[in-house]
């Protein structure tokens, strides 16, 4: 038993040193730890505020439409025959009455000439009945002949009297024919390509397959559709019954173009709403003196059908988008910002109308939407609705006097 205890003795001392060993690292590191100095706190983000405005403006719609002719005309032959020649170039412009295509006539001529060569013989015919007619009548003065033959003669004569006609009327087909051997311009406008060329044979008639096309150039319509709620604020002013379309505005621009440069009138609301689309049918007419305006053409249509009303208007930039929400941030008296959902309208004048979720002279983050949260703390910059800064000094901001 004596011979143990040493043994004992040095396991027992060296426990011991490893627990001190121990203590003393973690004191250190409580010590390293409890000496670290804390992060700064982050500064609040910078964001441009302004005031929410409030004013009288006429609101405005955008819709698409197509630029159409006033008139389009599909040249067809309206007499058989071998086109002999073509006398436009294609996309050219031209007037009512310009040559366009010409059929072989020769035809024609030949059954004017047939026409009126038998229009002569009529007329000889009607000239002797004429004169066997009247010595009839002085040989019954004198009983000379009986009464049947003063009947047959006035006979002869009315059917001389109606061959005449008949070759008259043979005379003015024939003429007429002779004449739509020489095709012209129904219209003013631009002609397209010819799709028949010299040297074919062409039927007439409606089935006849066209020769080319003419559309009128200036002045040309825009048909577009506004919705049914659209129409009802619209026929409150002056659009039902067409009673009141010049009061309505209308402006286009094509796709290439910014903004809406061409003004025109609106000429007419359909007489019924289509069921399907829901959707009523609007024509308007424009000038189009220089051709900018060519058939077919997409048009970007803004009108409105609404008096003047007070509205409220903000940046569109202020505006974020939470899934299918609109949205502001809305800046408090304590420099925070809070979360406020908005219903829009259009752009008028280049603000955006809100409808619903602000009131005139709250200020609302218009530049910056991206850095923050809802309930952050901001460093406000106050610029105009408009994005101009305007210097002003305000509670946990600084002054600004440039942008």
Not at 313 to 325: F, W
Request: net charge positive; no cysteine; glycine share 8%.
């Amino acid at each position: 038993m004596k011979a143990s205890t040493p043994l004992f003795s040095r396991k027992a001392i060296a426990i011991a040193v490893a627990i001190l060993a121990l203590g003393a690292v973690a004191s250190v590191t409580l010590t390293s730890r409890a000496a670290k100095p804390a992060m700064p706190a982050a500064a609040p983000a910078s964001v441009s505020v302004a005031s929410v405005l409030e004013k009288s403006v006429t609101e405005l719609d955008e819709f698409s439409g197509r630029v159409e002719a006033v008139e389009r005309v599909e040249i067809r032959p309206r007499v058989s025959g071998t086109i002999d020649a073509v006398h436009f170039q294609e996309g050219q412009l031209v007037k009512k009455g310009d040559l366009l295509f010409t059929i072989d006539p020769r035809p024609y001529q030949a059954e004017l000439a047939r026409a009126a060569a038998t229009q002569a013989g009529a007329e000889a015919r009607l000239a002797l009945s004429k004169t066997e007619l009247e010595r009839t009548r002085r040989l019954l003065e004198e009983h000379a002949v009986a009464q049947r033959e003063l009947d047959q003669r006035n006979n002869a004569l009315q059917e001389a009297d109606a061959s005449l006609k008949a070759a008259q009327a043979a005379v003015l087909t024939a003429n007429l024919n002779l004449q739509y051997t020489a095709i012209t311009a129904p219209v003013s406008g631009r002609v397209s390509r010819a799709e028949i060329t010299v040297g074919n044979l062409v039927g007439a008639g409606a089935t006849a397959p066209a020769l080319t096309t003419v559309v009128s150039v200036s002045p040309v319509y825009v048909n577009f559709e506004v919705d049914e709620q659209t129409y009802i604020r619209y026929a409150a002013n002056g659009a039902a019954g067409n009673s009141g379309i010049s009061r309505l505005p209308v402006a286009i621009g094509l796709a290439s173009e910014e903004g809406y440069p061409h003004q025109g009138k609106i000429k007419s609301f359909d007489n019924r709403l289509d069921t399907a689309s829901g959707t009523m049918r609007v024509r308007a007419v424009f000038d189009n003196a220089d051709g900018v305006l060519t058939p077919g053409m997409y048009a970007r249509v803004r009108t409105g059908g609404s008096a003047a009303e007070t509205a409220v208007l903000i940046d569109d930039k202020a505006v974020g988008t939470d899934q299918n929400k609109k949205y502001v941030m809305v800046l408090g008296a304590d420099n925070k910002v809070t979360y406020r959902a908005v219903a829009l309208g259009p752009i008028v004048d280049g603000l955006r109308i809100v409808r619903s979720g602000l009131k005139k002279d709250e200020r609302i983050v218009v530049n910056g939407l991206q850095r923050i949260r809802p309930n952050d703390l901001v460093t406000p910059v106050t610029v105009t609705m408009d994005g101009a800064v305007k210097p002003l000094t305000v509670a946990g901001a600084t002054t600004v006097t440039a942008k």
